[in-house]
């Protein structure tokens, strides 16, 4: 008997395929990229010109504490910078549109959001920020933050790899490689690409038009490609326009579609390749590469199907949801025309995914089981994750299952040839934990506050969801909005800015002290009883603790808003 | 609540009436070179928005806590 595939399935398959295809080809090639810069004795020119201006000794084998304390310290002082431009905008030159400084709050919390690669905005960027900011500030935070987390994944991989060692490597030889050997050169030939394309890269900060209808119109141009490409290879996803990735200058053609997509998951998919080849053990890349994958297909097809049936509260209405010959058919409300159900889903399971936040279609409108699993992934946050943090937090939730798996059978836990003891357990607990621990106390606190019923657009689960998803995108470092909630207000950018903190220091720091203890023990030896990691079981295994850890984590907070609603509105109520 | 009454809180009144001499420099060397506020705005202290102040001392203080928390993991 022959199976019919709808023609909009057949679609789906036939758009998402290709991406995942070429993804997966191009983990190879970047991957053995990233483990080369990171093991390579040789410093070019470039880089030792650099370690000389700094004062910087490039041999030196910094302990995990020096190494976190340069990735801290040197943040640290690149957020406050960026503060200070966002602050003195107003009075900096080279902005014709003379466009105000942003607030004390509103400074915070951007600078916040691009430091720790988040990229959530409560500004719109072609209102708000001049020429200089976004280059000065918004493009220079979004290449180094995603440095910061290239090198720390860099750093962290080495500790796993040496055994009897003091150090683990130099951060500034990692953050300088990765800069300039990785995100660079990817970068210059993608802008030209999206140049190519169309996409806008100018100084000229708008252009005057007279519209068909005869009046004259201002649009808002400047270095669009420039900022494109590192705002999807960084996983950064801060849009030039306000609109994001759904306007026509960040996104004009199908191509510039795909490019996005698969910058967004070039990096986080190939360190998996590199943690492989580092470590000397490719097969344990590609299971990780393969656990990345199931959970990404699996949040994918709920996005899809969810989207696609449609919102059956419009039936009635006598709105056609139905794919046919003019349209994609399915739940348009909120997403492009010119990308339907099947790319607007597919982009938005990317980009939550990555970590990225950029956005094509506006994730509030779609419908509570699509709009659940964005807010999963980005809960879970290894569902290939940010650039390097992505797979640290793969690796803490891998240490943590060999540990269940070693107290069910009662046996010292091993990873990769190390026994895990109390210690590094307590480090890996400490960076799972501080992930929920931001997003459930901060929507508690923001729910309890009186102002915030001011700034949500939608009441009930819908406005629950409004808030939440705000703290999980800030805590997951991702920066895509659940339209809808107003939150340039000094009590969300701050709130917002410290999760977006907390979320990124206080899970990546003790993953690097993990790495320096990981460094310093030596050989255990396997035996018949070592639980092998690089097998289908054991993957099988840390995908199901994952989702375990994070359904008991987060369906409480998943049940009083996108469970409830669709409930709500199966039974005919809106939000 | 206002900033002044927030900084009141934070820091005590000394810093609201000048009296503490290293904030006094910075504020009047802010009132001078840094082009915040007009000195006459209520969110403004001679010159320096005390928004700017706070929130320069939350980041402050929070990369504080995370140093904190590399030299505190070894307790653990």
Not at chain 1, 264 to 276: D, H, K, R, Y
Not at chain 1, 338 to 359: D, P
Not at chain 1, 420 to 445: C, D, N, Q, W
Not at chain 1, 543 to 553: E, P
Request: glycine residues 10%.
């Amino acid at each position: 008997m022959e199976m019919h595939v709808p023609d909009d399935i057949r679609q789906f398959i036939l758009q998402f395929t290709p991406v995942l295809a070429i993804m997966t080809g191009l983990v190879v090639i970047v991957g053995k990229w990233m483990a080369h810069l990171f093991t390579s004795p040789t410093h070019h020119v470039l880089e030792r010109g650099t370690y000389r201006i700094l004062g910087v000794d490039p041999a030196e084998n910094m302990s995990w504490k020096r190494y976190g304390a340069a990735l801290l310290l040197s943040n640290a002082a690149m957020m406050m910078l960026g503060y200070l431009i966002l602050r003195l905008q107003r009075h900096l030159p080279g902005d014709p549109l003379e466009r105000a400084s942003q607030t004390p709050d509103l400074a915070f919390n951007t600078a916040a959001s691009f430091i720790t690669n988040t990229n959530w905005q409560s500004y719109s960027g072609e209102a708000s920020l001049s020429n200089f900011s976004q280059m000065a500030v918004i493009t220079f935070l979004m290449s180094v933050s995603a440095a910061t987390g290239v090198a720390a994944a860099g750093g962290f991989t080495r500790g796993l790899s040496r055994m009897g060692s003091s150090g683990i490597g130099s951060y500034w030889v990692d953050f300088t490689r990765v800069l300039y050997r990785l995100l660079l050169p990817l970068c210059f030939i993608m802008a030209i690409v999206y140049v190519w394309q169309g996409i806008p890269q100018t100084l000229d900060a708008d252009v005057i038009v007279t519209t068909l209808e005869g009046s004259r119109q201002r649009i808002i141009l400047g270095p669009v490609a420039s900022f494109e490409t590192i705002k999807h290879i960084g996983t950064n996803g801060g849009g030039f326009f306000g609109v994001n990735a759904a306007h026509p200058f960040e996104n004009p053609t199908p191509l510039t579609n795909t490019l996005h997509m698969l910058g967004m998951l070039l990096i986080p998919s190939a360190l998996t390749c590199a943690f492989g080849s580092m470590i000397k053990r490719p097969p344990q890349g590609w299971f990780f590469f393969g656990a990345f994958l199931a959970m990404f297909l699996g949040f994918l097809t709920l996005i899809y199907s969810a989207e696609r049936a449609g919102n059956p509260l419009l039936a009635p209405l006598g709105v056609d949801q139905n794919p046919g010959a003019w349209q994609g058919g399915g739940n348009m409300e909120g997403k492009e025309l010119r990308f339907g159900v099947i790319q607007s889903s597919l982009f938005a399971a990317v980009t939550t995914a990555a970590t990225t936040g950029s956005v094509d279609s506006m994730h509030a409108s779609y419908t509570p089981l699509g709009g659940l699993a964005l807010l999963g992934q980005m809960m879970l946050n290894n569902v290939f994750g940010g650039d390097g943090v992505g797979l640290i937090n793969l690796v803490a939730y891998a240490i943590l299952t060999v540990f269940l798996a070693g107290m069910m059978i009662g046996r010292t836990p091993e990873f990769l040839g190390r026994k895990v003891e109390a210690r590094e357990m307590k480090y890996v607990m400490l960076a799972v934990l501080a992930h929920p621990f931001s997003i459930l106390g901060f929507t508690a606190i923001a729910c309890l506050a009186p102002s915030s019923a001011d700034s949500l657009a939608n009441m009930g689960p819908h406005g629950f969801s409004e808030i939440l998803y705000a703290y999980v995108s800030g805590t997951a470092n991702n920066g895509s909005a659940f339209a809808g909630l107003g939150a340039d207000t000094p009590f969300f950018n701050t709130t917002i800015g410290l999760s977006m903190l907390i979320g990124r220091y206080f899970t990546l720091l003790p993953m690097i002290a993990v790495a320096g203890v990981m460094a310093s023990k030596k050989n255990a030896p396997e035996s018949p009883g070592t639980l092998a990691t690089a097998t289908p079981l054991f993957t099988a295994l840390l995908i199901s603790v994952i989702l375990l850890s994070g359904g008991l984590t987060f369906l409480p907070a998943l049940a009083l808003g996108p469970i409830v609603e669709h409930l709500l509105m199966l039974a005919g109520r809106p939000f | 609540m206002s900033p002044q009454n927030l900084c009141r809180i934070y820091m005590g009144n000394t810093l609201w009436d000048g009296e503490f001499t290293g904030f006094r420099w910075i504020l009047r060397r802010g009132h001078r070179a840094v082009p915040f506020g007009n000195g006459t705005d209520p969110q403004t202290i001679r010159g320096a928005s005390m928004w700017d102040l706070l929130y320069i001392m939350l980041t402050v203080a929070f990369f504080a806590l995370a140093t904190g928390l590399i030299l505190g993991l070894d307790r653990l």
